[in-house]
């Protein structure tokens, strides 16, 4: 399991900053901040602690698993971010 990066993101970069695992793309300083729609989470960094879902001013962030049934295809998205 992991959290997933919904298109409620605003890209603050909050969420990058915050990850203990460096689980979330791109981060402010990456070229890709400018161009992306929105940032990701890489499901196999993501350790499951929640602390992004705190920092997230938006409230788009969630755990894979209570993730809303329009917002379940974000899951894959995350996902293919890294891919
Ligand atoms: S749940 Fe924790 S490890 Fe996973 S992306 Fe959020 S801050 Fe990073």
Redesign the pocket.
């Known amino acids: 399991m992991?959290?997933v990066v919904t298109d409620a993101c605003t890209k603050d970069f909050i969420?990058a900053s915050?990850?203990?695992?460096f689980?979330?793309h791109p981060t402010a300083d990456e070229a890709a901040a400018a161009t992306a729609s929105q940032v990701y989470?890489n499901p196999d960094?993501?350790?499951?602690?929640?602390?992004?879902?705190s920092v997230c001013p938006s409230g788009a962030?969630f755990s894979n698993d209570e993730l809303p049934p329009d917002k379940a295809h974000f899951a894959s998205r995350n996902a293919a971010w890294f891919n």
Request: hydrophobic residues 45%; contains cysteine.
């Open positions: 992991a959290f969420c915050e990850c203990a695992t689980a979330i989470i960094e993501c350790i499951d602690c929640g602390n992004c879902v962030i």
